[in-house]
DNA sequence: GCAAGCCTGGTAAGCGCTTACCGAGCTGGG
DNA sequence: CCCAGCTCGGTAAGCGCTTACCAGGCTTGC
């Protein structure tokens, strides 16, 4: 191996072009006609043998593959893409604020808005959006699926208040060969434009009829816990601290939460006051005001995800208030800070990684073609009783507990 | 807005392809012949206006523009990227462990192997390779800089036990037009090799002729953490947690504090038994091997990064030693994570996502061609003591405490 | 009022690859 | 022994875009 096709045989074809910037000796990768000219042969035989296509005879196979081998060819991806309308890449978008503004002390934000800016910058979650993520776990997930296939992920954050993301994931669409959308970040008509061109993937939400979605089981995961909380612990007052106002998963947890709460004849507390953004950050700045509002708190408070939670526990332990003897909190998603927290998160877990998986896999079968994917796949969850919901270390009350879902799939 | 080339005039040029797959009618993205026939003009022209090249006629431009937002079109990236040689692309190669194996009691591994396969899965830890990464943020700020010019990220994770890594990080570099290579991806020689082809900079290490390298100050900052733990808090016994084996900034890392133990007259326990992986579960089977083994721990436990420190903690706790009372604790990089743990963590703070920011711009310039890029950038890196160290919540000792390190550039 | 330019827009080549098509050389059956 | 039929490799078209080059219509200066 080694060696460019800067030495003997590589006059002919282009010259190195327009290379000899600074730093070396820049050489333009090898094209598959030096690889041709080096074995002999003609771009076509080399194409073959690398595409496996109608075997060539041995004897050219070999003296194609020494020749690639030398020249360490591979061949480059915008060429092969143009010409086999493939380009072996999928693009994901995630949703997260990017414009991180000067930590905030306080700043009161107008009843009703659903704005999160005034989310951000609590100090003691500096840089929070930029780790930990429940988002990047999943990408794990769909790079590891796609590793399988020769895929590789692009990846492209959006601001979540870019109602004109429109643009910005056009653009990502135009450099992949399909789409993984998390959360919720277009407009159902741009939605509807996009996928017509380009198989897109939801992970949040409903398929639609040119979409298909992945998401796990909101429902069964909360009303598991909800019943946990109103009749294992019998709590009466809880609160719902939600996610971005219209995130798909933090409506359907509410809903479920809401229902299970009316049946057992208890108050839930919900609403703007009680908006959050999925960030501990944000999670910690509604707390805040909660406290600072002089309302009485709930006995519990239900998160839309792990993290919000983590920005509760903090503001509500450095005010003196004791989770889970005083109020207990609870999140959903299950990442593996969960159980390091102090006391360790009660919480449902989704099939994190898994999620990401299914996505690529149902993605790649919309992109091959292949056999009709399904368009609904909702992955089980399940309760993770841990302490801050009230339980003893560990433990776990009898009565409901472990209520596994079922996979559940809709045509 | 909306419409696709459906619709009425949008005959002659091949028709929607070999579209018509099941779930909804795809049509082919329009492309900058549907543009010019709704426009009227030549190809050439739709070209020049999307471009930006010797301005055509007002009434022109703004029939393209029109037929272009009509469209919704968006060039084809493979197909602009083999034409002007430049794909808006850069790869990032990220080391990690792929294959997590099954939970792993205290499996025993020849002592002075750099095996690191024993190191995963550990119970407490699952799925933390996927997560609050510090490679994430580095990563989130290679993206924040990409945004600004239009360029996304193509991520791809290799084994760390992956020694032929070569193929696949070419076969990157191929859909790329430059890579960021995390920690030591390539062996020189590989590395060497590919470098000569496409703009390379690596996260760890030494600029070779033809990369460039982006890293923090390991000395500085791993000094003011020795001389803290030596002189302020008087310990006498450390050992070091490394990360890889062949990891750059572990054995910088090292380095320096063996120097400063060695001045101090203080005993450092090193090597294979103190062979870590950078991971939490890692560090945890690294010190539960040490607890078994009977040898007595040294006064301060110093871990080449922060999840490598939040493993020891784990396992300290759970073994009832006292951290920071029997054992203190360090860790290196200040991860979001490093504040909330108890005790908080004391550590080192890197510049994470300013270092991926740089590495982009530096790559970038590389790109372009632009100015002559400095080759070896090291951002400054600061002590941040907090508690696992020793000292008392919140505070700082007197003496060495805030060693801002400086900018260094070699040229 | 006419020619020298300038500006504009079209035509076509080419980026590096895949593949349909074709022709040459072999094999083997009649 | 001859030709049908097959195998193998080369030639060339084309993927969707950018841009060098060119030609035609204007402007403008004398």
Redesign the interface.
Known sequence: M?V?ADGGQAAGRAAPGAAG?????????PTIYDVARAAGVSIASVSRVLNGRRNPRPETRDRVQRAVAEL?F??????R??SVRL???V?IVVRRP?SAGPPVPAPWVPAGAWDTAGLLGYD?????T????FH??V??GV??AA?RR?F??????VDITDHDAGRRV??????SDGLILHDRVLEP?QLD?L?????VITLAGEPT??TANVGSDNATGMRALARHLLYDHGYTTLGYLGGYGDSPDSQARLETLAAEARAAGAVLFSGPQWQGNYYAAGAAVVTERLLASGTPLPRVIVCANDQSA?GVM?VLRRSGVDVPEQVAVTGFDD???A????PQLTTVRQP??ELGETAFEVLYS?IS?EQ??E?DITLPTRLICRESCGCQSGGKLAGVTDLSSVRHLRP
Do not use: C, W
Request: hydrophobic letters at 40%; aromatic letters at 2%; charged letters at 25%.
């Open positions: 080694t460019l910037g600074q730093g070396g000796d820049s050489a333009a990768p360490g591979v061949p480059d991806s915008a060429a893409a143009l380009k072996e890449v693009g990017l003691a979650f500096a840089d929070e930029e780790s930990l993520q990047d776990m990408n794990r790079e590891r590793q020769g590789d992920l692009l990846i492209r954050s056009l653009a990502l669409a135009r450099k008509d434009q996928s017509r061109q380009i198989p009829p040119t983590l903090y990442i593996p800070m159980r390091h927290l102090h994190i990684g919309m073609r009709p994917a368009r």
